[in-house]
């Protein structure tokens, strides 16, 4: 217990001595998330192999994506890079991404934050209250290109939605998740991907359940400055609200599509994949 508070107290002043010192730059990180697809025995299933290959390499190219981070001490703006629309998976299947973010932005110095998302084609602007982050400190390290980076860990409650075959319809159930970080205090700012902040360091790698985030390459002080700005479009709404609203859309569009695979009396896929992208 001696060492892990030394080993804490170290990587505060380490912070406090470099908090005069302006850090900005622009890290790169690459997303992956790993998946299984439910199987459908049905004898009217449309979904045969060669149709499910295609469906499995498309979605896997539907997460594997390159998002930047600009950052500075105090101010961060983490978005996804420019790529091609994502595929079709055919008529079968219904894939239905819940959460992720298309652009966020934090102020630690203002405890704020503001992402912009949008759902089934209306934007919506978030602006909410930075909220206080569990994370565990272990003492472990590994080295992630030249950085020498700690590790952290928090558990949290994840919504999840199974198939009940014997009441033929998707209930809402709960799983525990362990999210595992990898930081380097050799960057003492507080920022990270995604939703994954608030340590003495920058976050360089991330395991999320499924979810795998990895920075790949980190500019310092570029020459050209680093964009921060705050996204204002889309319809300002609290953290909840955009959680009822996403909720709700999630529940029309399983049920339209049961309702469609039901009129036709053919077989099909619905999914919804939880969490970051």
Not at 43 to 60: L, N, P, T, V
Request: negative net charge; glycine residues 8%.
């Amino acid at each position: 217990m001696k060492t892990i508070i030394t080993l804490v107290l170290a990587l505060v002043l380490a912070i406090s001595t470099a908090i005069a010192q302006e850090f900005n730059g622009i890290a790169t990180y690459k997303t992956d998330r790993s998946f299984d697809l439910p199987d459908d025995d049905s004898k009217e299933s449309e979904i045969d192999d060669a149709m499910m290959k295609g469906i499995r390499d498309q979605m896997k190219k539907q997460f594997q994506k390159t998002f930047t981070l600009n950052f500075t001490n105090t101010e961060s703006l983490y978005e996804e890079e420019e790529s091609l629309a994502p595929p079709s998976v055919g008529s079968g299947m219904q894939i239905l991404f819940s959460g992720g973010s298309d652009l966020v932005y934090r102020n630690i110095k203002e405890k704020t934050y503001a992402q912009a998302s949008e759902i089934m084609g209306k934007e919506f602007l978030i602006e909410d209250a930075i909220k206080d982050q569990d994370w565990v400190l272990v003492k472990e390290t590994k080295n992630i290109g030249q950085h020498v980076c700690f590790k952290a860990t928090k558990t949290k409650t994840q919504k999840d939605r199974v198939f009940n075959e014997e009441k033929g319809a998707y209930e809402d159930s709960e799983k525990e998740v362990t999210t595992t970080v990898w930081y380097t205090p050799s960057i003492p700012i507080q920022h990270g991907p995604d939703d994954y902040y608030g340590l003495p360091g920058l976050v360089l790698e991330v395991n999320d359940g499924e979810l795998t985030i990895l920075c790949s390459k980190i500019v310092l002080n570029p020459k050209e400055g680093v964009q921060t700005d705050k996204p204002t479009k889309g319809k300002r709404v609290s953290q909840e609200k955009f959680n009822e609203i996403q909720d709700q859309k999630n529940k029309e569009m399983q049920e339209q599509f049961e309702d469609r695979k039901g009129k036709k009396g053919k077989s099909g896929v619905f999914i919804e994949v939880y969490g970051g992208m």
